[in-house]
């Protein structure tokens, strides 16, 4: 199977960075067939590994994943503060989808 591997430098100027707490390395399974539902399965189950040994789901990446994982591998004052710019700009919730509802619990 191919894996993407490539490096991250510490990033604390975004608020969902992946690398915010200090440099990471980032690996990312690749499958030609995305539909594949064995590929589903293998995505969440590298994903549940991958936060056992101190990973961070990439939001856009690994959707699933990150649903189950995100709260759970950033800060909750990044999440927290996140949350409050984002109705800041966006009062009357246009720009919120059913992915970003689940995902940060609103």
Do not use: C
Request: proline share 8%; no cysteine; hydrophobic share 35%.
């Amino acid at each position: 199977m191919p894996v993407a591997v490539y490096f991250l430098k510490q990033d604390q100027s975004s608020l969902l960075s992946r690398s915010r707490k200090g440099n990471m390395i980032a690996v990312d399974p690749e499958y030609p067939d995305p539909t594949d539902p064995t590929w589903k399965a293998f995505r969440l189950a590298f994903n549940e590994i991958a936060v056992l040994h101190g990973g961070v789901p990439h939001i856009n990446k690994t959707r699933d994943g990150a649903i189950s994982n995100l709260t759970k591998t950033h800060d909750p004052e990044s999440i927290r503060r996140f949350l409050q710019i984002r109705k800041q700009l966006d009062p009357k919730d246009l720009f919120l989808n059913d992915y970003f509802r689940t995902l940060f619990g609103i």
